[in-house]
């Protein structure tokens, strides 16, 4: 999704974030969907992951996680929410801003006119 993203492709990014939003609704915890992105075998970067790349699939992570708990959106999990499971600092760091989009959206406003704020 990085290597796509870089070069104007969204569609891999919104492929990675359908699956996990697909992981927050059958309740997988970040650290279990990380474990499990880790554990994949098939490198679709033609290597392993530098670093930020790794960072930067967190920080997906967390943002779609953030989005889905902002908007109630259901999950089949009956412990605790799984939207929880965002790491503090991008919890501290991020959910200000996914609020503040997610409000703006449920207000009308379109993706041309956050760009443009």
């Not at 605790?80 to 997610?102: L, Y």
């Not at 207000?107 to 760009?115: C, D, E, I, S």
Request: charged share 20%; net charge neutral.
């Amino acid at each position: 999704a990085c290597m796509d993203q870089a070069k104007g492709y969204v569609d891999t990014l919104k492929l990675f974030c359908v699956a996990v939003k697909a992981g927050y609704e059958i309740g997988a915890t970040i650290p279990a969907l990380s474990l499990a992105l880790s554990m994949c075998e098939t490198q679709t970067a033609g290597r392993p992951l530098m670093a930020e790349e790794v960072d930067l699939r967190a920080l997906w992570i967390a943002l779609v996680y953030l989005t889905l708990e902002s908007v109630n959106h259901p999950t089949k999990h009956s412990g605790p929410e799984v939207g929880a499971t965002v790491p503090p600092d991008q919890r501290e760091k991020f959910e200000p801003f996914v609020r503040s989009v997610v409000s703006r959206k449920q207000r009308g406003f379109t993706l041309q006119a956050l760009k443009l704020e």
